[in-house]
């Protein structure tokens, strides 16, 4: 266990023994408890005093299926607040194969400087000069690295938005192919990077340090344990395999859920054309793969290589919320434009789902028609561009909103909803409203509950209590390392003491069932005390004005839980 200090004003990087404050944390615990240590509340998110953190999870590194997750935290430079996001792809798995807990980056270079930060199969760091790659977008600079330093890397980068500093930027993290498919997308992070000075970070493949199981044996029987009860789960063993994340576009359009033209409509007309069943059967009729593996170590394979009409390679994987953003928000109902978007997002380095709200406010606001497919690439683009409406749209939805003039943005703290309204799915929107991190789709998601008719998504009656227990338990997840499709999998008493048991066996340790949810309450805990000390109140939690007042067809609903019930939510 040890941690990389990079120190990007120096040019310095010191390697110790992980600190006794940080022992027996991973992943989103990890980089959120350090956060709220380590880093000045009140201080500029693009300052020399924010630190970018890399942690893989508590699991990552071991042979444990679908446990190839990356959290990366800091100060958001789009909401002003704690901030981790989540990436999968490869890098996770290399970091703890080298036995590396963490990789902190410090200070800030200057303007004029452009690094990577390469660590090798041995764990030794150093930091090379990447003035040669200014300006590159993803897919060009990540054939340029691998073809420099070999195809055994694992990369993590920006594209030009990171380096413009768009609060919006993304950092694109590789998939088992070796393309920067992959994000930790949400909060602007991709910006924080490039204020550090770091186009990207190259991990070595091929490490054989990690950290030794205290209990081998008996971290094998968890293994093959949770290995069975994910396969045999209906959504992970079943449905996520053959649609992707992208088998909930029907059914959430069903509920009446689905924001589509900026949130004016809960059901997009033509949605069919862009479900994930006529996904699937596009990909498979073209030669392209519905079901591929992504990231390292997954038994689930819930991606996708997305093709065009001539079986050439579009983007990998076309997820859900993707669709939501760049489809139903934008009224665009046509698969190979949505998939371009996709690719135009990693390609720029810009969050998905945020650049597609901001598409459809710009939209919404009369400086382009729904639906138009051109004029949406053409945005986009203007973003890699550098030009004022590019900064603009490349800084998010209320950028877009307050150049036009528009208060119809769908965004909490500055990060805009997820493909869920909050007027159809009460629950989420007070997950929307209270996740210390800005709106977000995986910080308590209560689609499940939903789905599986164990609440009524139009009642307000236990939705604060579902969007509180689902706050907590991901919070715990995301200090794992597992996916969270293989997460909610373990749900089960025989899934839930398998994973027990695999963390007890690797560091010999005796947690029982109340130290998983006590772990994720510490998270929160820790995250909603920096933004209290960074000037949040509850006067933040708040969703827009037009969620409250505007009802959304075909129910005609609006949000109904009080202010006074959402501030119960962290009554913990």
């Known amino acids: 266990m040890k941690f990389i200090r990079v120190d990007m004003s120096k040019k310095t990087i010191a390697v110790d023994e992980v600190p006794q404050d940080y022992l027996g944390l991973g992943g989103r615990g990890l980089t ?51 901030k981790e996001s989540n990436a999968g792809g490869t890098v996770g798995a290399d970091l703890g194969h080298l036995g590396i807990t963490a990789v902190v980056i410090e200070g800030r270079a200057s303007d004029e400087e452009l690094s990577f930060l390469r660590i090798d199969r041995n764990g030794e760091a150093s930091i090379v000069s990447a003035q040669a790659y200014r300006g590159m977008r993803t897919y060009q600079l990540v054939k340029e690295v691998l073809e420099k330093y070999g195809e055994k890397n694992s990369v993590l980068c920006i594209g030009p938005a990171g380096e413009y500093q768009l609060a919006s930027a993304s950092i694109q993290a590789t998939d088992i192919d070796g393309r920067p498919c992959r994000a930790a997308g949400r909060g602007g992070l991709g910006a924080v990077m490039g204020a550090k000075g770091l186009k990207a970070i190259i991990v070595e493949q091929g490490g054989k340090s990690a950290d030794a199981l205290a209990d081998p044996e008996a971290f094998k029987e968890a293994n093959k344990v949770i290995v069975k009860v994910v396969k045999e789960h209906p959504m992970a063993g079943h449905v996520m395999p053959a649609l992707g994340t992208a088998g909930l576009v029907a059914p959430v359009n069903s509920m009446g859920a689905f924001p589509s033209y900026n949130a004016r409509k809960g059901v997009l007309e033509g949605w069919e054309k862009i479900s994930g069943e006529a996904m699937a059967k596009l990909i498979e009729e073209r030669g392209g793969n519905p079901s591929h593996m992504g990231c390292a170590q997954c038994i689930i394979h819930c991606s996708n290589e997305f093709v065009d009409k001539d079986g050439k390679y579009v983007t990998s994987s076309l997820e859900y919320e993707t669709i ?17 978007l996709d690719y135009l997002c990693d390609d720029i380095g810009v969050d998905t789902m945020n650049t597609g709200v901001a598409v ?58 997820a493909a869920y309204d909050p007027r159809a799915m009460l629950g989420n929107g007070v997950t929307f409203a209270t996740s210390p991190m800005g709106a977000d789709h995986t910080a308590g998601n209560v689609v499940g509950e939903y789905l599986e008719q164990k609440l009524d998504p139009l009642s307000a009656e236990g939705q604060v209590e579902a969007s509180r227990n689902l706050q907590i338990a991901t919070a715990a997840a995301d200090c794992t390392g597992l996916c969270f499709m293989a997460y909610v999998a373990l749900g089960s008493p025989e899934g839930g003491a398998a994973l027990l048991k695999a963390i007890n066996a690797k560091f010999g340790i005796q947690l029982g069932p109340d130290d998983v949810p006590a772990l994720g309450l510490r998270v929160l805990r820790a995250e909603r005390e920096f933004n209290k000390k960074a000037g949040f109140t509850n006067r933040d939690d708040r969703l827009p004005r037009f969620f409250y007042e505007e009802p959304l067809p075909p129910h005609n609903t609006v949000f109904t839980i009080s202010d006074e019930e959402v501030d119960r939510t962290f009554d913990f």
């Not at 009140?42 to 020399?48: I, V």
């Not at 953003?325 to 434009?337: C, Q, R, S």
């Not at 409406?389 to 703290?413: E, I, S, W, Y």
């Open 32 to 82: 959120s408890i350090m956060i709220n240590s380590e880093v000045p509340p009140e201080c500029d998110p693009l300052g020399p005093e924010n630190k970018l953190i890399l942690a893989p999870g508590l699991l990552t590194g071991t042979v444990l299926v679908n446990t190839s997750r990356i959290s990366i935290g800091a100060k958001s430079p789009l909401t002003g607040t704690i």
């Open 360 to 417: 459809a406010v710009a939209m919404d606001s009369g400086y382009k028609e729904f639906g138009d497919e051109e004029a949406a690439v053409e945005m986009i683009e203007e973003i890699a561009k550098g030009s004022e409406f590019g900064k603009t749209l490349g800084n998010g939805p209320v950028a877009v909103g307050k150049h036009f003039n528009n208060d119809r943005v769908p965004a909490v703290k500055g990060q805009s909803i």
């Open 324 to 340: 939501w953003a760049a489809g139903g928000m934008t009224g665009i109902v046509d698969l190979d434009t949505i998939a371009r």
